[in-house]
């Protein structure tokens, strides 16, 4: 069976968020911004999850697209909670960097989704 890239991804980045978001509330007190990241964080591979379940390829297309408009979102608080120096340089960069990762997914998975509906 192939490995689904975008699905793994999503979880072991959900994975990471929590671990940090948990710092975050509990170490640093810092409620607010750890409510938004982990919001955002975890509802990417939440909406993989539900696109991967979809009854039909329009359906697939708007979880897909709710997933990246979140990874797009995480990206916005991780610059934000790095500017308030609550994050540091290099876990700020592996972080930002995974969640780029997954973001060019979504592009590409995007793009050959409606390619192919525009091909019928």
Do not use: P
């Amino acid at each position: 069976m192939k490995e689904n890239a975008i699905l793994k991804k999503s979880e072991s980045f959900a994975y990471r968020i929590v671990d940090f978001c948990h710092h975050l509330k509990y170490d640093l007190h810092e409620y607010q911004l750890a409510g938004q990241l982990i919001r955002s964080g975890t509802s990417i591979g939440a909406n993989v999850v539900e696109a991967q379940n979809s009854i039909s390829k329009k359906e697939f297309v708007v979880k897909m697209t709710i997933a990246q408009k979140e990874c797009g979102e995480t990206m916005y608080w991780l610059r934000v909670i790095h500017h308030g120096k609550y994050l540091e340089d290099a876990l700020f960069q592996s972080l930002y960097k995974d969640c780029e990762e997954i973001m060019w997914l979504f592009i590409s998975i995007l793009k050959s989704s409606k390619k192919t509906d525009l091909e019928r």
